[in-house]
Structures are given as C-alpha cells and as structure tokens.
C-alpha cells in the first residue's frame, strides 16, 4: 500500500469515525453552511419535510431550530432584545426561521408564475404543487349544500331518477 493510499483510508476511517459519532440522537449544530444549502432548497420549492430528510435533521431538531428563531424574532419586535446584542448561534436561529417563512412564500411565487404562463406548457404539476401548499386558496372548492332529512325511499327515488336520465 501505497503512501498517499494509506492517507486515503485514514481520512475514509476518520470520517466514519466522526460520522458514527453523530449517529441517531445526537443533536446537529446548526451551521452557515447548512443554512446556505437549506436557502438553496426551500426557495427552489422544496418541501421542508424532504430539506430535512436529506439533509440527516431529525424532524425535532428542525422544529426546535425555527421555534428557537420565531422567539427571538418575538424579543426583537418587542425590543426585549437588539439585533446586536445576539450571540453568533441565536443569528443562525433567527435566519433559520426567516428561511422557513420566507422559503414557502418564494415557492408559492414561483408556482404561481407557472400556473400564469399555462398555456405554454403543461402546467398541472405547478397547479397540484400548490393546492398542497395552500388547500384553502388554493384547492378545488365543493358544493357542500348535504341536507341531512332523507330516509330511503328519498334516496332510491333519486337513484332511479339518475338511472333513467342516463338511459
């Protein structure tokens, strides 16, 4: 084996040592870097769900980041605390959440303007994209007039009635 070999599987078993050492549990430091790749897939629509999921954050870890963030968000609006005065981990808390919030919104704008342009290419994908995002605004609506006093008799006069209409 050669010199720069032997590096190589030292630096491979270093890794995995480190890698095992982070395994299930253990709770990830939030970093620049993986606000930069977070940033990167939320604002091209990902789903945080799959952000999360790929990048190895147990799902609590992600949630206690953004709620960690949206209270210091609260302290600043309600100049409990200043900006400056955050310490380095609360700034990355704090952009955290901005990420999240402002991540939807970027999706949702980018689906929209899919959806606009409909007539140039097939736009259903966009359209089913953001019924998920937004089933409210977004959803197809159903007539949910149901009334509640019928028996029967009511019921098979009306199956009857659409049977022989379809005939």
């Known amino acids: 084996m050669t010199d720069g070999q032997k590096k190589e599987l030292q630096k491979y078993i270093k890794e995995n040592q480190d ?9 990830l430091s939030l ?7 977070i940033k990167g897939l ?9 952000v999360f999921m790929s990048m190895g954050i147990p799902k609590t870890t ?29 700034e990355k808390y704090l952009y955290f959440a901005y990420l999240v919030s402002v991540g939807r919104a970027k999706s949702v704008l980018k689906h929209q303007r899919i959806v606009m342009e409909a007539g140039k290419t097939e736009w259903r994908a966009s359209a089913w994209v953001l019924e998920m995002m937004d089933r409210g605004l977004f959803g197809q609506k159903v007539d949910q007039n149901v009334n509640l006093n019928t028996d029967m008799k009511s019921l098979q006069d009306a199956y009857d009635r659409r049977m022989k209409n379809k005939k």
């Open 19 to 27: 890698e095992a050492r982070e395994g299930p549990g253990r709770t």
């Open 31 to 37: 970093t620049w870097e993986m606000l930069a790749i």
């Open 42 to 50: 939320l604002f091209e629509g990902q789903f945080q769900k799959y």
């Open 62 to 90: 992600w949630d206690s980041w953004r709620i960690n963030g949206e209270k210091l968000l609260a302290q600043i609006q309600s100049k409990k605390k200043k900006y400056k005065d955050l310490k380095p981990s609360e």
